[in-house]
């Protein structure tokens, strides 16, 4: 499976609203400013390099930036002016529920999937089309084989046995990639997200070739409590350490430079993650004879099983997630403060929402945007020291694998769990959780590590280093570290 | 004959911007092109901050010039160019 890694060109625009937007709210006229965006990235007279002319562009972008302010791209009125948005964005008290909003003008350009019979047909003797298909949608006229779609059911058997390879399926890359079916083209052509199905696992924002996808941001709610004075702490998930050219400990300091209060890695969360699931698996899988135990720290996984398969959740661990464990922390010590958590996905934002003790989420991208906003240079800053420490193997947490190893690391011997890893959730993978939850048992082991993400969190939809470079950079850290024994003691 | 050196950009603004993905060129120049050409990853160039140009990062020096929005395609035809190619 592909690892989630973003499209370069969507993320370039999507990136540089972000940068601006930031950059007009540290400014003088900030609503004046955020309506000008889409003037500033395309000036009178400049290319028009994506759509038919120039006015179209800037629609686009001004709807994308309607996304960047955080609100939802189908609700706002078209008469509405950014500078009038981004001053209710200001006035928001809470970021909006669901994360994920539509950019409804590009999607109409996209054709609806269906079976396409092309220029290649010809028309043959054997005509295997005609025998295979079981809705008789399918009949050879005038030489060229045509599918009459008012009986084609999309079943693509034609397709494979067309001798020519002449008949296509056309696919919509947003409905191709979602695993649950959450996103669809309705009748008039026009896409929607289904929030009662969608899991928040953001493949269909790095599928969209057209970037029409959006996460709300959130970034301006983030950017008034530090403005405002309010204490503000920044919690790192164990992905982010490699997403950026700077060490760990400089990467602290740059994100101090942005205003937050302390700077905390949620593998401290890990580890009590890793704590508490591997007594729990000892306790249910060993002593207790169940069956299996899936992991419970995928905030996508845990969309899934609430909204697709309810049969697993007795199967799933009732450990809290890292940034469970670490807001928890947080908000005790500091009661004041608000949190937020550094996301490598879309999914985590959902988990929040659900979370009282996690008040805001940034993605690594929108971090990335407001380092680029602010010029700062990660690289030059000084080295700030994290004051708890993190094992190893909470700092792994983010690679595929990382959860089942840290879990066997806790356990003795003879209590070994026997991982079976499902490294991206896809149609696939889901089948399979359906049919080990209905048979109650899974042949493949004995600990189901669930990553919606091909490649773990350092795979995840908002992430910006390429994965191979970020597993490098997030390997040496991992190996810098101490062992969970050294940092978890009973 | 001089070898053509390459500078891929790894400040802050480049590496958001894109040149996390034009690292595969400190391995694929080398490989493609043996000592012909010298490449590495550089702290900050500067030239993001000219007039505010960060719309336009990643950059990348091949010698003297001066490559905008570089993809690993526009940074290799450059390569190529230089070598008469």
Same mark, same amino acid.
């Given at each position: 499976?592909?690892?989630?890694?973003? !499209?370069?060109?969507?993320?370039?625009?999507? &990136?540089?609203?972000? +940068? =601006?937007?930031?950059?007009?709210?540290?400014?003088?006229?900030?609503?004046?400013? #955020?309506?000008?965006? /889409?003037?500033?990235? &395309? /000036?009178? *007279?400049?290319? %028009? /390099?994506? &759509?038919?002319?120039?006015?179209?562009? =800037?629609?686009?972008? =001004?709807?994308? +930036?309607?996304?960047?302010?955080?609100?939802?791209?189908?609700?706002?009125?078209?008469?509405?002016?950014?500078? !009038?948005?981004?001053?209710?964005?200001?006035?928001?008290?809470?970021?909006?529920?669901?994360?994920?909003?539509?950019?409804?003008?590009?999607?109409?350009?996209? #054709?609806?999937?269906?079976?396409? %019979?092309?220029?290649?047909?010809?028309?043959? %003797?054997?005509? /295997?089309?005609?025998?295979?298909? =079981?809705?008789?949608?399918?009949? +050879?006229?005038?030489?060229?084989?045509?599918?009459?779609?008012?009986?084609?059911?999309?079943?693509?058997?034609?397709?494979?046995?067309?001798p020519y390879q002449a008949i296509t399926k056309i696919i919509v890359p947003c409905e191709n990639a979602c695993p649950v079916g959450a996103i669809a083209k309705d009748e008039n052509g026009i896409t929607h997200i289904d929030n009662e199905k969608c899991i928040s696992c953001g493949k269909c924002v790095t599928a969209c070739p057209f970037g029409a996808v959006h996460k709300k941001s959130q970034v301006l709610d983030i950017l008034k409590n530090i403005k405002t004075g309010k204490k503000v702490i920044a919690m790192l998930a164990p992905s982010i350490m490699g997403q950026l050219p700077c060490t760990p400990k400089q990467l602290k300091q740059a994100i101090l430079k942005l205003g937050f209060a302390d700077v905390v890695e949620v593998a401290i969360g890990a580890d009590i993650t890793s704590a508490n699931e591997s007594a729990e698996f000892k306790e249910r899988v060993i002593e207790g004879g169940a069956p299996f135990m899936t992991t419970s720290c995928c905030a996508a996984y845990n969309e899934l099983v609430e909204k697709h398969i309810p049969e697993i959740k007795q199967y799933r661990s009732t450990t809290g997630t890292p940034a469970y464990y670490t807001a928890e922390l947080m908000k005790k010590n500091n009661p004041d403060a608000l949190t937020v958590f550094f996301s490598p996905c879309v999914a985590k934002r959902r988990e929040a929402m659900q979370n009282p003790n996690i008040d805001f989420v940034i993605s690594f991208e929108e971090l990335g945007a407001w380092f680029v906003a602010l010029n700062v240079q990660v690289a030059e800053c000084e080295e700030s020291e994290y004051e708890v420490e993190s094992s190893a193997q909470a700092r792994y947490y983010a690679v595929t694998g990382g959860v089942a190893q840290a879990v066997n690391a806790m356990l003795d011997e003879?209590?070994?769990?026997?991982?079976?890893?499902?490294? *991206?959730?896809?149609?696939?993978a889901i089948k399979d959780l359906k049919k080990f939850a209905k048979n109650g048992s899974c042949e493949l082991g004995n600990l189901i590590e669930v990553?919606?993400?091909?490649?773990?969190?350092?795979? *995840?939809?908002?992430?910006?280093?390429?994965?191979?470079?970020a597993v490098k950079q997030l390997t040496e850290y991992v190996n810098s570290s101490k062992d969970v024994k050294e940092v978890v003691k009973d | 004959m001089a070898k053509v050196n390459v500078k891929v950009c790894l400040g802050t603004t480049c590496f958001v911007m894109g040149s996390s993905n034009l690292q595969e060129l400190l391995e694929l120049v080398p490989r493609k092109y043996?000592?012909?050409?010298? $490449?590495?990853?550089?702290?900050?160039?500067?030239?993001?901050? @000219?007039?505010?140009?960060?719309?336009?990062?990643?950059?990348?020096? $091949?010698?003297?010039? $001066? @490559?905008?929005?570089?993809?690993v395609e526009k940074v290799l035809a450059a390569i190529d160019s230089k070598l008469g190619k």
């Open positions: 499976m592909a690892i989630n890694t973003p !499209n370069k060109q969507t993320s370039h625009l999507k &990136r540089e609203i972000l +940068v =601006r937007l930031i950059r007009a709210y540290l400014g003088e006229n900030f609503e004046e400013d #955020v309506r000008l965006i /889409p003037y500033k990235m &395309r /000036p009178q *007279g400049s290319e %028009v /390099p994506y &759509r038919c002319c120039i006015h179209k562009e =800037r629609a686009i972008l =001004r709807d994308r +930036v309607i996304a960047s302010l955080g609100f939802d791209i189908e609700e706002a009125e078209d008469s509405e002016l950014l500078s !009038n948005l981004a001053k209710k964005a200001l006035d928001r008290k809470e970021p909006e529920q669901h994360p994920l909003t539509l950019l409804q003008t590009a999607c109409n350009e996209c #054709v609806p999937a269906r079976i396409h %019979v092309t220029d290649l047909c010809q028309g043959c %003797v054997a005509r /295997p089309c005609e025998s295979a298909c =079981r809705f008789g949608a399918i009949k +050879v006229e005038n030489g060229k084989s045509r599918i009459d779609h008012s009986k084609c059911k999309n079943c693509g058997l034609c397709a494979q046995v067309c003879k209590d070994q769990a026997k991982p079976h890893i499902i490294n *991206g959730l896809d149609k696939t990553m919606a993400c091909p490649g773990g969190c350092l795979g *995840g939809s908002n992430t910006i280093n390429s994965y191979r470079q | 043996g000592d012909q050409v010298e $490449v590495a990853g550089s702290p900050c160039l500067g030239l993001c901050s @000219i007039d505010w140009e960060f719309s336009k990062a990643p950059y990348v020096k $091949v010698d003297d010039e $001066v @490559i905008k929005e570089a993809t």
